[in-house]
């Protein structure tokens, strides 16, 4: 079977960490995104793989090529026009010729594809829509379903009072090919709010897989986090990091004796954490990153090629590549897109979220 990652978004909500880099190549634990959600493709013996890009980018093509380091074969298909997330698929019809997956691109979960495109298929369904439970529906589309999980009704942004279900639209769609026969070609159209509508409205079998399986959209720095801390404490079934108190150091990195580590933390290859730095995790620390005598790291992730002086103080933030974090500065509960200076002696206020390339100064 095949799937389509549909990776063409604005990715505004992620800024500035998206400033230069697509939301799939935001690192998890030193791994692009779109690395993580291809395994899981590859995991689930989905190896042909079709990227649905807005605009053809650079950093994608070179560090995925055509797939055949990650055992998969990828076709990249690129836009004229936005062409929203239905559109997208639209443009990708001449490769989609059978039963086929849709995923968005900003998605970390566990559902069991095999088992959904199992109901998908007994049910005959024209597209099958998976469902993922949430504390506060008020702010995400709805679907209402029958006892068989087909599809009643969609519900946008409802009032509390209208709220009858808590199960929301997870970004993962089986569907059969002749529903693209609906999409309009070259036009901006979306699942959410016109393809999945109008297939109800013409009768066709839209049905709903339900899953408790963890599921995360990445699409916030907060949720950014909080994939980091999940992954961290073991709540996705695929452990692919450290756990607990764990810490993992990459090639080539060489850490002081007398720096204290308290896991969990990922350290990546040829990093150099010098005389008394104290990591208290969860720390991601990305490749070629140096951190100076005396500073502080807690709760925070740190991308490829971080300059941090010393008694540098970073707490509970997330650093883009290429920052230079000078002596003495502080920073809490901030983001800093790439390329950020920050001088010496400089605080910032904590909630800062600081543009890429921009050098940060003593008031
Ligand atoms: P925000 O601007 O922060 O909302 O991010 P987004 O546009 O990336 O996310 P949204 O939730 O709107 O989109 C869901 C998925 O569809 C994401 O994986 C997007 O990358 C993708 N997507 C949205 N619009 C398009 C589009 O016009 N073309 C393509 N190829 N993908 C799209």
């Given at each position: 079977?095949?799937?389509?990652?549909?990776?063409?978004?604005?990715?505004?909500?992620?800024?500035?960490?998206?400033?230069?880099?697509?939301?799939v190549m935001v690192p998890v634990i030193n791994i692009p995104f779109l690395e993580h959600v291809i395994h899981y493709l590859s995991?689930?013996?989905?190896?042909?793989?079709?990227?649905?890009?807005r605009h053809l980018s650079q950093s994608i093509k070179s560090y995925f090529g055509n797939g055949s380091r990650f055992e998969v074969e990828l076709t990249c298909t690129i836009e004229d026009i936005p062409l929203g997330t239905a559109g997208a698929v639209k443009n990708a019809e001449q490769y989609l010729d059978d039963t086929f997956l849709v995923l968005n691109g900003d998605i970390y979960t566990d559902l069991d594809i095999a088992a959904m495109i199992d109901f998908h298929l007994k049910?005959?369904?024209?597209?099958?829509?998976?469902?993922?439970?949430?504390?506060?529906?008020?702010?995400?589309?709805?679907?209402?379903?029958?006892?068989?999980?087909?599809?009643t009704r969609f519900l946008e942004k409802p009032q509390w009072s209208e709220v009858t279900t808590n199960m929301i639209n997870a970004g993962t769609y089986v569907l059969e090919p002749e529903a693209l026969n609906r999409i309009p070609p070259q036009a901006n159209f979306s699942f959410e709010h016109e393809l999945f509508p109008l297939l109800l409205d013409q009768g066709e079998p839209v049905y709903a897989y339900t899953s408790s399986a963890y599921w995360i959209d990445i699409g916030t720095p907060e949720k950014y986090f909080q994939l980091h801390r999940d992954l961290f404490s073991g709540n996705s079934a695929r452990h692919s990091c450290p756990i607990g108190d764990e810490v993992l150091v990459g090639e080539q990195s060489y850490i002081h004796p007398t720096v204290h580590i308290r896991g969990p933390a990922v350290i990546g290859s040829n990093c150099i954490i010098g005389h008394k730095v104290k990591l208290t995790g969860p720390v991601v620390i990305g490749s070629?990153?140096?951190?100076?005598?005396?500073?502080?790291?807690?709760?925070?992730i740190i991308w490829r090629n971080a300059q941090l002086g010393q008694r540098v103080s970073l707490k509970n933030s997330i650093v883009a590549d290429n920052c230079r974090l000078n002596d003495n500065t502080t920073i809490e509960d901030s983001i800093l897109g790439d390329s950020v200076t920050v001088v010496s002696g400089c605080k910032l206020e904590p909630g800062s979220k600081i543009w890429s390339g921009t050098t940060v100064e003593v008031p």
């Amino acid at each position: 079977m095949k799937a389509v990652i549909l990776v063409g978004g604005e990715a505004t909500r992620l800024l500035p960490l998206t400033c230069n880099t697509p939301k799939v190549m935001v690192p998890v634990i030193n791994i692009p995104f779109l690395e993580h959600v291809i395994h899981y493709l590859s995991q689930h013996q989905i190896k042909d793989i079709i990227l649905a890009q807005r605009h053809l980018s650079q950093s994608i093509k070179s560090y995925f090529g055509n797939g055949s380091r990650f055992e998969v074969e990828l076709t990249c298909t690129i836009e004229d026009i936005p062409l929203g997330t239905a559109g997208a698929v639209k443009n990708a019809e001449q490769y989609l010729d059978d039963t086929f997956l849709v995923l968005n691109g900003d998605i970390y979960t566990d559902l069991d594809i095999a088992a959904m495109i199992d109901f998908h298929l007994k049910r005959k369904a024209k597209a099958t829509i998976a469902l993922t439970p949430v504390d506060d529906p008020t702010s995400y589309g709805l679907i209402e379903t029958n006892a068989q999980g087909r599809v009643t009704r969609f519900l946008e942004k409802p009032q509390w009072s209208e709220v009858t279900t808590n199960m929301i639209n997870a970004g993962t769609y089986v569907l059969e090919p002749e529903a693209l026969n609906r999409i309009p070609p070259q036009a901006n159209f979306s699942f959410e709010h016109e393809l999945f509508p109008l297939l109800l409205d013409q009768g066709e079998p839209v049905y709903a897989y339900t899953s408790s399986a963890y599921w995360i959209d990445i699409g916030t720095p907060e949720k950014y986090f909080q994939l980091h801390r999940d992954l961290f404490s073991g709540n996705s079934a695929r452990h692919s990091c450290p756990i607990g108190d764990e810490v993992l150091v990459g090639e080539q990195s060489y850490i002081h004796p007398t720096v204290h580590i308290r896991g969990p933390a990922v350290i990546g290859s040829n990093c150099i954490i010098g005389h008394k730095v104290k990591l208290t995790g969860p720390v991601v620390i990305g490749s070629g990153g140096t951190i100076q005598e005396d500073s502080v790291i807690e709760e925070s992730i740190i991308w490829r090629n971080a300059q941090l002086g010393q008694r540098v103080s970073l707490k509970n933030s997330i650093v883009a590549d290429n920052c230079r974090l000078n002596d003495n500065t502080t920073i809490e509960d901030s983001i800093l897109g790439d390329s950020v200076t920050v001088v010496s002696g400089c605080k910032l206020e904590p909630g800062s979220k600081i543009w890429s390339g921009t050098t940060v100064e003593v008031p």
